[in-house]
């Protein structure tokens, strides 16, 4: 998922408020749960969900954001964790582990905070007995909460995220940023790995979906922001070796009144198509909206997973969305094996109306991961973090995979959706091969 902060602002941010995480972080706020194990502050954290025997031993926490208009798809991945920790009788071998849901998003904003995110990596880097985090959704969070919990004492502590897709969090490439990834990693190891596809991939995907759909010129949009803009040259790279024409690479504004004025310019162009990277909540219904009133129907429309939830898009463009593709790294429910579908029948059968989102499939498996490398642990942060770089899941809830050194993962399909008649309908999914992505 996406990524928007400027990293020059970290420093900054983590100082301010490091006198306040030190207030926090050893569970002031929230309630306690015996032993050594007090709990994440209240300000930004559930109480300890546990229901084992006797007491948590250690904690993991989700770091998602669960304000705006994303909060019903993010709520669900809490419960898709708590789903898996009931499963596993609050247990990662010998040892209990309790949990927390944690926001980073603000009811001012409506979406992530970067404040929100330093005071969080603060609070879960003072408590000794956080071992693991899931998380972030947006990769621009995942930037902040990285290098606090790479340096916390007694860690570096582990991350597995279901969800971040920009590229510079775990590899270089065309549209990361000069320093990436090793600034996030200050103590020289790795804590954090994702189990979704890159950009790299995710552009690569999009790009394969246009000459598919047999467009031939395609103007580029990105919001001038590190994700926006890195999946928008990932996907401008693979256009060009597929041997698609780049109508146009250009950026526009989030908090621009109109984009009339840019949908005239790609309409002079006579692109058949139109990439926006960046994200629905910055204004982008009304770019969509603003795009098809010039453009017509017969332009195609494609997005990256910026812009979801689709539901979001659907609430801010209307009818403009209509028959605009949105991808999303992973697969969609339906093609998941025995053991996922499993998981979705039986999820489901906990969720009204009993529709199980993609990411809460990602999120289970997150869980299901950091719990194995707690097991094969010795009970210490970097023993756990060591374990986590390890993994390989063999028939998980996504399947069959491992992880690489970066913290990548070696399954990286991305699915196309399409809106049609107002909802969300899954098209098709691409897994491009390594010779299109290693180029994009």
Request: glycine residues 14%; hydrophobic residues 35%.
């Amino acid at each position: 998922m996406n990524r928007k902060f400027s990293l020059a602002a970290l420093i900054a941010i983590t100082a301010a408020l490091a006198l306040l995480a030190a207030g926090c972080g050893g569970g002031g706020g929230g309630s306690s749960s015996g032993g050594n194990v007090s709990a994440l502050p209240s300000s930004s954290c559930s109480d300890i969900y546990y229901e084992g025997s006797g007491k948590p031993d250690y904690l993991i926490a989700s770091d998602l954001p669960l304000q705006g208009s994303g909060r019903t798809q993010t709520v669900q991945m809490t419960e898709a964790i708590k789903f898996v920790l009931k499963q596993k009788g609050f247990k990662a071998g010998k040892y209990k582990v309790g949990y927390q849901s944690c926001d980073d998003a603000t009811a001012q904003q409506g979406k992530w905070a970067s404040e929100k995110c330093s005071a969080n990596a603060n609070a879960y880097a003072q408590n000794k007995a956080v071992v693991g985090v899931i998380g972030t959704f947006n990769s621009g969070c995942a930037e902040i909460i990285i290098p606090v919990l790479n340096r916390a004492p007694g860690g570096p502590v582990a991350m597995v995220s279901p969800a971040n897709t920009y590229v510079g969090l775990t590899h270089s490439g065309p549209g990361t940023a000069a320093g990436e990834p090793d600034k996030y990693y200050p103590s020289g190891k790795r804590n954090y790995i994702r189990i979704v596809a890159a950009d790299d991939f995710q552009g690569a995907a999009d790009a394969m979906n246009a000459q598919q759909l047999g467009l031939k010129s395609v103007y580029i949009l990105n919001d001038k922001e590190a994700y926006g803009l890195g999946v928008a040259t990932d996907f401008k790279n693979s256009l060009t070796q597929l041997g698609l024409k780049v109508a146009g690479f250009a950026a526009w504004n989030g908090k621009a009144s109109s984009y009339t004025g840019i949908a005239t310019k790609i309409k002079a162009s006579g692109a058949d198509g139109v990439f926006v990277g960046g994200l629905v909540c910055e204004n982008g219904g009304k770019l969509v909206k603003d795009l098809r009133s010039v453009l017509g129907t017969k332009v195609t429309l494609l997005a990256p997973d910026g812009f979801t939830p689709i539901s979001a898009v659907v609430e801010g463009a209307g009818k403009a969305s209509e028959n605009m593709y949105v991808s999303v790294a992973g697969q969609p429910n339906e093609a998941l094996g025995d053991v996922g579908k499993k998981f979705v029948k039986d999820f489901g059968a906990t969720q009204s109306g009993g529709n199980v989102d993609p990411y809460s499939s990602y999120a289970a498996q997150s869980a299901d991961v950091l719990l194995t490398a707690i097991a094969n642990s010795d009970g210490t942060r970097s023993g756990v973090t060591a374990q986590l770089l390890k993994t390989k899941v063999t028939n998980g809830i996504l399947g069959t995979f491992t992880i690489n050194s970066n913290g990548d993962t070696s399954s990286n399909p991305v699915t196309q959706y399409l809106i049609k008649g107002g909802k969300q309908t899954t098209y098709k999914t691409i897994t491009p091969p390594q010779s299109l992505v290693s180029k994009a």
